[in-house]
């Protein structure tokens, strides 16, 4: 069910549907949440799809719908006068077809009820299916304003009929904060992926357990995604993966927001980001980073920053040659004039809502 406890229906107020992958206990999306509402032009009021509810809404102090239910979403943008989809890869077939059908009913909804449909800080595909870009052809023909967060998405966009802006993704606006890692811990945010299974971890392992070792320091394992990441250390060491080295200097903090994050990130003497929002935020708190990459949004964001990135696709690697890169990148933060490129360059993003929502 909606939650409207705040909800004004009187049309003083402009009330503005913003989907996304919010309240799944994900620290990247939680952080493009807030950047949107603090972007949204005065006189909108937003209506949040969120899993957890309580918890956005506890937060952000806004209303919510529960967003993995179709039936509440629609009956919600009947409501609305604007759909806006914020941030992430929504119009994509990885996470499975069934995921893209959602978003096009969402689309097609607020279309057919004539109302604007608003594409915030998007990235775009993959779309493996011959079915899923033509699917996205179509949708793309009917929205009202789009920015991409990345020129991949810019181009695929392009070779699907549609020219429009892009910039970086829109965490990058964000403030930045003075770091205070030197000799700090390395953090760890480490996600399963289908690139390392079983003893295809050990390369990674053992360099950082020989990092931690040579260099004298903690290493925190810090989950982005609560319920996919917080496992993982104990599942490698119930593989036998992670040497006892690194697991006597090896503990997992949780954060429970992206401010929490970027406190302990301001704090690191390096972070090992696999997840594309802990790269951002990393990078935004000061701290020198270093990329494994398992999308290539994440070696796109890497190239940008001018940091180090491991392509996990490109298989295996050494355990020296890893050592030798993070050893390089240890305390050596990614240049100001990286990050403040970044940072203009999401500003794109927030002329959008100005433009359109508000109009």
Same mark, same amino acid.
């Given at each position: 069910m909606s939650s409207w406890a705040e909800f004004? %229906? &009187?049309?003083? &107020?402009q009330p503005v549907l913003l989907c996304g992958y919010y309240g799944e206990h994900n620290l990247g999306d939680d952080a493009l949440l807030e950047v949107l509402l603090n972007q949204l032009p005065l006189g909108v009021t937003p209506l949040v799809t969120a899993f957890d509810q309580l918890d956005v809404q506890s937060r952000h102090r806004v209303n919510t719908v529960q967003r993995r239910s179709l039936r509440d979403? =629609? #009956?919600a943008m009947g409501r609305c +006068? #604007? =759909?806006? =989809?914020?941030?992430g890869s929504l119009l994509q077939d990885a996470t499975s077809f069934r995921s893209l059908l959602y978003y096009a009913a969402l689309i097609t909804s607020a279309r057919l009820q004539h109302k604007p449909v608003l594409l915030y800080a998007q990235g775009l595909g993959p779309l493996k299916r011959r079915r899923s870009r033509a699917l996205v052809r179509g949708l793309l023909s009917l929205v009202s304003g789009v920015t991409w967060r990345d020129p991949a998405s810019a181009r695929l966009a +392009?070779?699907?009929? =549609?020219? #429009? %802006?892009?910039?970086?993704?829109a965490v990058w606006s964000l403030p930045r904060q003075h770091w205070l890692g030197?000799?700090? %811990?390395?953090?760890?945010c480490w996600r399963p992926t289908a690139h390392l299974q079983g003893e295809a971890w050990m390369p990674y392992l053992q360099a950082l357990e020989q990092l931690a070792e040579r260099c004298d320091r903690e290493v925190i394992w810090l989950p982005f995604h609560r319920e996919q990441d917080t496992p993982l250390l104990e599942q490698l060491t119930a593989q036998g993966l992670v040497g006892q080295s690194l697991l006597d200097r090896s503990r997992v903090v949780q954060a429970s927001s992206p401010?929490? #994050?970027m406190a302990l990130f301001r704090g690191a003497s390096l972070v090992l980001a696999m997840r594309l929002h802990a790269l951002v935020l990393a990078a935004l708190s000061g701290s020198a980073v270093s990329a494994l990459s398992y999308d290539p949004k994440v070696q796109a964001c890497a190239q940008q920053l001018g940091c180090s990135a491991i392509d996990l696709a490109d298989g295996p690697i050494s355990a020296s040659e890893l050592g030798s890169i993070w050893r390089d990148a240890l305390e050596h933060p990614p240049a100001t004039a990286a990050l403040e490129a970044m940072r203009q360059a999401s500003a794109v993003h927030a002329d959008l809502l100005a433009s359109l929502v508000s109009g």
């Open positions: 004004d %229906p &009187t049309g003083v &107020t979403v =629609l #009956a +006068q #604007a =759909l806006v =989809l914020g941030g +392009q070779d699907l009929g =549609l020219h #429009a %802006p892009h910039g970086s993704d030197r000799g700090g %811990p390395v953090v760890v401010s929490e #994050a």
